[in-house]
């Protein structure tokens, strides 16, 4: 079992930066790998990010590739996503989540509660 807990989120100007962080409780974190995705207002939940268990393989959606960076820290059973050059369309309910396998598909076993994320223009 593994109980997740965003924060970082807010509301930030056009062309700002955020940093998202996602806590995971138990002693298995280092078993999962883990992914960020978001849910616009009236769209569907999408994948923005993954991270494989040692964080040696990582995969990010085309359009924040080269603006967000996942990572994480192990000992601190922490994951983050450090979001720059931040968009409107960036606008969101972020989420983490964590699974044994890495997957840029939805199917991952947990979740956490999500974070606001409102870019301004």
């Known amino acids: 079992q593994v109980q997740l807990v965003e924060s970082g989120g807010g509301l930030v100007q056009a062309g700002g930066s955020l940093r998202l962080s996602c806590a995971a409780s138990?002693?298995?974190?280092?078993?999962?790998?883990m992914g960020w995705f978001r849910q616009a207002p009236g769209k569907e939940r999408e994948f923005v990010a993954a991270?494989?268990?040692?964080?040696?393989?990582?995969y990010y959606t085309d359009s924040v590739r080269g603006r967000f960076t996942i990572s994480r820290d192990n000992a601190k059973n922490l994951v983050s996503l450090q979001m720059n050059s931040l968009k409107p369309e960036d606008t969101a309910v972020y989420y983490c989540?964590?699974?044994?396998?890495?997957?840029?598909?939805?199917?991952?076993?947990?979740w956490g509660q999500g974070t606001q994320v409102t870019v301004s223009s």
């Open positions: 138990g002693r298995t974190f280092s078993s999962y790998a």
């Open positions: 991270i494989s268990t040692s964080g040696n393989r990582i």
């Open positions: 989540a964590a699974n044994p396998v890495f997957t840029t598909s939805s199917r991952y076993d947990y």
